[in-house]
Nanobody, 121 residues
Framework: VQLQASGGGLVQTGGSLRVSCAVS????????MGWFRQAPGKECEFVAA????????AYANAVKGRFTISTDNAKNTFSLQMNSLTPEDTAVYYC???????????????WGQGTLVTVSS
């Protein structure tokens, strides 16, 4: 399974950005996708996750109400819509995939390369 993240960039405080992840390879083994982020000098943290059938989602408290995770199974992609961004959201965002939804990064065996999101004040 291969994941390719895209869509990062520079945005001002209060702005919006959408990051996406394309999944290829043995996608039949994937049933859940997630986003994690790592800010400079900090550990990688959970952001959001979704089941492949989109019947369940989970969000970190820090992004709840501002970020929305979604999936497009026809295109084998999933995305993270980020609104009301603040400088605290600046990080490298990683997409990940697994056979079960979890907030723990060690439960995700497949990872994309990361895309940088920078929010200026």
């Amino acid at each position: 399974v291969q994941l390719q993240a895209s869509g990062g960039g520079l945005v001002q405080t209060g702005g919006s950005l959408r990051v996406s992840c394309a999944v290829s390879g043995r996608t039949s083994s994937i049933n859940a996708m997630g986003w994690f982020r790592q800010a400079p000098g900090k550990e990688c943290e959970f952001v959001a996750a979704i089941l492949g059938n989109a019947r369940s989602t989970a969000y970190a408290n820090a992004v709840k109400g501002r970020f929305t995770i979604s999936t497009d199974n026809a295109k084998n992609t999933f995305s993270l819509q980020m609104n009301s961004l603040t400088p605290e959201d600046t990080a490298v965002y990683y997409c990940a995939a697994s056979n079960d939804m979890s907030t723990a990064k060690d439960k995700y065996p497949y990872w994309g390369q990361g895309t940088l999101v920078t929010v200026s004040s």
